[in-house]
């Protein structure tokens, strides 16, 4: 959980939650 894969959070690096679906 403290690495949150980027599959995962594509939008992570960006500051988004992965709870935010892509699109």
Excluded: F, Q
């Excluded at 959980?1 to 699109?23: C, F, K, N, Q, W």
């Amino acid at each position: 959980m403290s690495e949150p894969s980027p599959v995962s959070d594509p939008y992570a690096h960006i500051g988004i939650p992965h709870l935010t679906p892509p699109r």
